[in-house]
């Protein structure tokens, strides 16, 4: 019998895209001959699978596993190129055992998964269902000390799901917190932050969105402005990050100045500036509530952000809680769709 080399593997696999498993299994059956094992391959389907490579998969669910003691969570996103197919009742258990596989066994990373015995599924997947599929991405967080908390939510139609961790004082607080972190992982699902503070902006980023927002208001306004309309509120700032103490101590002087001009009598100013500071502090971090989950308006209670809700929370726990990490998949999210052009997809089945 021939030695199976990792050379002929490799081959093997870069010529039919098939599981690097199945293709030692069928080079072995065939003794080494490389033209029988591709045809060994294709005999199962598994060549066939390969073949939906060039495919763009959008469309899929999300998976999630939470650990019974919170300790351990994970999000996977399944891909497949229709919304049909991800209604199908073998796919879904498909992506709820993906989860589990990878919570369980703690894969390295989407190539490692796809090489073990559990990513041969995805093949036999493909060959039955007949369009590509495939496990996009996947993380996991883990809770690994008594004062951290942890908890998930996946979204109703399975095409969203979010993890979200804090750091709590003690082990108390941490068990305590778990229903608002649900809540947290809720909101994100809806609002769709891409980090989690607005100290994580780069200030080349936040400079371009400056810019690039005021421009855009400045062209909303004129068409407002030529309708009749109210014009809308035109930003020195998009980001806390912006917002230095000279900022502020600007700011707060030229509110006094025109609380003055409008007449208001100085000795009631304190109480009337620090609601208008709260508005300039809303009015110029727009970025940040639209990116930065922890500075996002709460839904729950949109008087407050999100870390402020956390806060209250964990106060109303006996204790202090901090969100330290997070992760949210959204099923398609950054995938450039093909335009499916039906007659010419017709035109080339005929000819």
């Known amino acids: 019998m021939a030695a199976v080399t990792a050379a002929m593997v490799k081959e093997l696999r870069q010529a039919t895209d098939a599981p690097m498993m199945d293709c030692k299994k069928v080079l072995v059956e065939a003794d080494g001959d490389m033209e029988k094992a591709k045809e060994l391959l294709k005999e199962r389907g598994i060549a066939k699978a390969a073949k939906k490579a060039d495919r763009v998969a959008a469309e899929g669910l999300t998976g999630l596993k939470i650990a019974d003691d919170f300790s351990k969570a994970t999000v996977a996103e399944v891909n497949s190129e229709t919304d049909f197919v991800a209604q199908n009742e073998g796919f879904q258990n498909l992506v709820k055992e993906t989860a589990e596989e990878i919570f369980n066994n703690n894969p390295a990373d989407v190539e490692a998964f796809m090489n073990s015995d559990f990513g041969n599924k995805f093949t036999e997947s493909v060959t039955k269902i007949g369009e590509k599929i495939e496990l996009r991405r996947f993380a996991t967080l883990n809770a690994d000390e ?184 959204e099923v398609g999210e950054g995938i450039e769709k093909a335009e499916d052009d039906f007659a010419a997809e017709v035109a080339a089945q005929m000819s």
Not at 184 to 206: G, Q
């Open 146 to 329: 008594p004062n951290e908390a942890l908890n998930g939510y996946i979204h109703s139609n399975n095409r969203i799901a979010v993890i979200v961790k804090a750091k709590c004082d003690s082990e108390k607080t941490a068990e305590c917190m778990r229903d608002t972190l649900k809540q947290v992982a809720m909101h994100a699902s809806a609002m769709k932050p891409s980090t989690l503070s607005y100290k994580d902006f780069d200030s080349e980023y936040v400079e371009g969105e400056t810019k690039g927002r005021i421009e855009a208001l400045k062209k909303d306004n004129e068409e407002l402005a030529r309708l009749k309309k109210p014009l809308k509120n035109v930003p020195q700032y998009v980001s806390m990050m912006q917002l230095t103490d000279e900022v502020m101590a600007k700011a707060e002087a030229d509110i006094k100045a025109e609380l003055l001009a409008e007449g208001k009598p100085e000795k009631i100013l304190d109480k009337i500036i620090p609601g208008k500071i709260a508005r300039f502090i809303l009015d110029n971090t727009l970025l940040d509530q639209e990116q930065a989950l922890l500075d996002q308006q709460y839904v729950l209670d949109d008087k407050l952000t999100v870390a402020q809700a956390v806060e209250k929370a964990a106060k109303a726990c006996g204790g202090t809680a901090e969100i330290t990490e997070f992760i949210r998949l």
